[in-house]
C-alpha cells in the first residue's frame, strides 16, 4: 500500500537525529499527536519512557523492535508500547509513523 500523507505547509518540524524529524501535531495534557519523518535507513534509537504509545504506520516501512522483539511493519500497520517498555525502529524505506502519546511527552513541547 503506498500513500502519501501530507501535512500543512506551516508544521513545525524538529530534527531528533539525522534523516528523523519530528512535528508535535496536537496536544492535551492528557494526550498528544506526532508525526515522524524518517529517510530511508535513519533510526529511531531504543529508548523508553514512561507513556503508553500507539503508532501508525503511515507510510515506508519499519525494523520496529519492543522489549527485544523485532518485526517488520509495512504501510497501514500499527504496534503499541506499554509503559517503560524500550523500543526503537529503523526505518526500511523513507517513511512516516504517526504516534499518540498518553500522556502528553511534554518533553516534546
Do not use: C
Not at 501530507?6 to 518540524?13: G, K, Q
Not at 528523523?20 to 492528557?30: F, I, K, Q, T
Request: charged residues 20%; hydrophobic residues 40%; glycine residues 8%.
Amino acid at each position: 500500500m503506498q500513500t502519501n500523507h501530507t501535512l500543512p505547509e506551516d508544521t513545525v518540524w524538529t530534527e531528533v537525529s539525522p534523516g528523523n524529524r519530528r512535528a508535535v501535531l496536537s496536544h492535551r495534557p492528557e494526550m498528544m499527536l506526532v508525526a515522524f519523518s524518517f529517510d530511508e535507513g535513519a533510526i529511531g534509537a531504543l529508548h523508553s519512557h514512561p507513556h503508553t504509545q500507539v503508532s501508525y504506520v503511515a507510510e515506508g516501512s519499519f525494523e520496529v523492535t519492543v522489549d527485544g522483539v523485532t518485526t517488520r511493519l509495512d504501510a497501514g500497520s500499527s504496534f503499541i508500547v506499554a509503559p517503560n517498555l524500550v523500543h526503537g525502529v529503523v526505518a526500511l524505506a523513507k517513511g512516516m509513523l504517526i504516534d499518540t502519546f498518553t500522556p502528553r511527552r511534554d518533553d516534546f513541547l
